[in-house]
């Protein structure tokens, strides 16, 4: 009761500052309203009676309205009275004081709001929380001790854009064991916006205790990152090459077998299943499964002995080409990244809100200074442009994980793509790639994996090159799958 009778307070004063109609000689409480004036009866004339009883009757008519709404529910069940039709505004009480400070009403039983995330004054937070549903935004909030669950709700822990818009829709949980209080946001937050959170004295502790204060904060979402596109990637003569390898490849014996759409290179290594390739452009025997292709095998001495370094020569050139200058390896040369921050997952379940930096990206330069994992659905925006590149660089692997996807909107092609790994890249069982990988070390597909995109192993180190039932196409490549471009 205490909850909903604070939330009304809320919603009709502020309704009362937007009409411009708060006099001071009213006295607001819930939706009471009561004129401040004298019972004594001073000597007036009629002129001056009726003065006073127009003046009257204008402030009471408001007050009278705001009354009204403030109490008008619907028969929500207790729930706290909204301002028409499911829009629910607040401003923050008088007297609110941030996370972390001392209340004038204070004590070792006293419920108090410790610490926040977002800290009240941030300036970058994130508009989403990787992994929430919709892209929503987790905003918590941890007691200085175990409080009543059902005293934390939407009527005492409330967010809104610091403008003054409708309350940001969410859901409120509390964890007994952490004492911490979660604000879910039902979608991502807008970028570059001031918010508000709000955590009135309704909160309860398990004493009993209610809060001295109410608490409010301020954050900002951080803005959408100005990503500057990069310049096309130049693979020279290994553009038509839809595998390389160095350390040659092993493909499964089990159906279907692993198809290419390309030309492939094997070197100086070119066995496929430990067995020699038949050096005549096809893959041989290969232990008795060998891939079927579209285009020639290429070895050290097929078509002649000078073909496979060539192409070895400019995949290496393309590989630092797109390798940061802080490597690895050290000579990279592409720098002006967007940071991936490390432990970061990319990607969202299918249907989720796109979030700029978790599951949507636009064109440019991203690098994680550690490992980039795909756990879901990523998109990739071209904006319509034709040319948009996207270059994303791990000083680690690149993987993804079981039916993950990159998608392709706006006019993105997997041929401007690239995905550099420092090691080794993995792609997940049946996970859907697009892009071209160049990998410093080895690269495995599992089961039913596809991809469309050039797949480069050991483009600075050692690597070798892993099939199991899978699809590699060479973008615009004549066989490749329909939209493969």
Known sequence: MLATAQASSIRTAFLFFELGRFPSKWIHSGATCQLNHSHSKPKENKMNRLETYSTRMKWLTPCLLVAFIAGCGGGDSGRAPILGAGVAVFTVPVGSIIPGAICPVDGATIPAVSVTNPVSGSQAATTGTNGVAGGGKLITATFSMPMIAATINSSSFAVAPASGAALVPASVTYNAITNVATFT??????????????????????????????????????????????????????????????????????????????NVVLNPTATCNAVMVDNVGGFGLCGGSPPTINGTVITPTFPDTTTANAVQADLRAAYLSITPPAGPPAAGSLGGATTIAAGTTLGAPTGNALVQGDNLFAPGVYQSTTSILITGDLTLDGQNDPDASFIFQSSSTIGTAAGARILLINGAKASNVYWQAGTSATLGTNSVWQGNILAGADITMTTGATSCGRLFAGAFTAGAFVFDSNVVSVPGHVTAPLGCQ
């Not at 937050?189 to 301020?218: E, F, Q």
């Not at 803005?223 to 595998?243: D, K, Q, R």
């Open 185 to 262: 946001t039902a979608s991502a937050l807008l970028p570059n916006t001031a918010y508000t959170a709000v955590i009135l004295k309704a909160a309860t502790s398990a004493a009993g205790r209610a809060m001295g204060c109410d608490y409010a904060w301020n954050f900002k979402t951080a803005p959408v990152a100005a990503v500057t596109p990069p310049s096309a990637v130049n693979l020279g003569t290994a553009s038509s090459y839809g595998i390389a390898a160095t350390a040659g490849v092993t493909n499964t014996l089990t159906v279907p077998i692993s198809h290419i759409n390309g």
